[in-house]
């Protein structure tokens, strides 16, 4: 912490240094020194704007996290321009994403080139938008346009697979960390069962039983089923350190004070402990959303996920294992994208689990 000379403020004194008397002989006044803590308070960044709730000043924090929002903003324009993949196809690109077209031609640099070789090579990135600018694949269908209808799936298996396992998550590790007991010890050790297979192989267990048995109406491999599957092998992961936390807060004051004025545990849950556990939930979504993402394209690359013709990254980057070395941009496209989201919303999840850290060592500082 910096020190000042009393007699003159402007001139700071060397560390280890004896406090010279203030003008009359006498010691530094309590105000002096005081301000001198403020000053070097506010200097590494502790300073707390008045009144601010926990939710205000993780935002703050997640502010001065400029990676944190670019790599947020990388994300955002990814899925925005999946979600203008209808757009790009009908009004850019003229082709649908399933439009096979190996008997074609395109003209590139003012030269007519055919869409897949006599030998069965698809042409590669042309540039040029409209005329299969990301090159084309095996039979002949555009690879931008599949880019992005692929993303279109793969973002929505990932978002129904994050609030699936969101829900199912919250409402275990409420009911067992509330309840304990019986409850709490069936609940767990159900976790526990589906917690001890690796991730992969119970996916791809659960997608080929809903593929030749089916669930209700999850029948097949859809994109639905797909989500169904992915977002159930992940509810262990989160639903413990719910629970966990949900142990901690069930013997708090405030969930004494509750249950005294004769609310029932439905009241508590919901009202009490919840909100208290919030932060943990909105620090896993983008956490769960990323490894869905991830998933979903390994399932689809074995065979158990998305299934041709719907495109999605997974099914992409599979079928474009059989055009290397010809034609490598048909996998190397696709995986780019893939990792891309993936990264952002990791780097975009540490930095919101950051914000929502009340030790974490961030300026706040005055807007």
């Not at 700071?12 to 010279?20: E, H, V």
């Not at 040029?128 to 990301?134: R, S």
């Not at 084309?136 to 269908?141: E, V």
């Not at 590790?173 to 050790?189: C, E, M, Q, V």
Request: with cysteine; aromatic share 8%; charged share 15%.
């Amino acid at each position: 912490m910096a020190t000042f000379d009393p007699n003159n403020p402007g001139r700071a004194l060397s560390p280890g240094a004896a406090l010279p008397p203030a003008a009359g002989g006498l010691p530094p006044s309590p105000e002096f020194l005081l301000a001198d803590v403020t000053e070097a308070t506010s200097e590494v960044g502790d300073e707390l704007p008045p009144g601010a709730g926990p939710y205000e000043l993780a935002w703050r924090r997640l502010k001065r996290n400029r990676v944190a929002l670019a790599f947020g903003g990388l994300f955002i324009l990814i899925v925005v321009m999946c979600l203008l993949a209808p757009l790009y196809s009908q009004y850019v690109a003229h082709i649908g994403p399933d439009t096979q077209n190996i008997t074609g031609t395109v003209k590139v640099g003012g030269k007519v080139e055919n869409i897949v070789s006599l030998i069965g090579i698809p042409i590669g990135p042309t540039w040029e938008l409209g005329h299969y600018f990301l090159g084309a694949d095996a039979t002949g269908r555009d690879v931008s346009v599949r880019l992005l209808y692929g993303g279109r799936n793969s973002l929505e298996i990932g978002a129904v697979a994050t609030l699936i396992t969101t829900l199912l998550a919250m409402i275990c590790g409420l009911l067992a960390g509330y309840f304990r007991g019986l409850t709490d010890g069936i609940i767990s050790r159900t976790l526990d069962i589906i917690w001890a297979y690796p991730v992969l192989l119970l996916g791809i267990t659960l997608s080929t039983v809903l593929e030749v048995r089916g669930l209700g109406p999850f029948h097949g491999t859809t994109l639905l089923s797909t989500a169904l599957v992915v977002g159930f092998v992940y509810v262990p992961y989160v639903a413990k350190p719910i629970r966990a936390q949900v142990l901690a807060l069930r013997d708090r004051e405030f969930v004494d004070a509750a249950r005294q004025q004769g609310l029932g545990p439905l009241r508590i849950m919901a009202g009490e402990i919840l909100p208290n556990v919030a932060s943990t939930i909105v620090v896993f979504v983008p956490l769960i959303l990323a490894n869905a993402i991830l998933s979903e394209a390994a399932l689809t690359y074995l065979g158990a996920g998305v299934q041709p013709p719907s495109p999605s990254w997974g099914t992409m980057i599979s079928d474009g294992i059989s055009t290397i070395p010809a034609s490598f941009s048909n996998v190397l496209v696709p995986g780019i994208m893939l990792v891309l989201a993936v990264l952002s919303v990791n780097v975009f999840g540490d930095g919101l689990r950051d914000a929502l850290d009340p030790r974490a060592k961030i300026r706040l500082g005055k807007e």
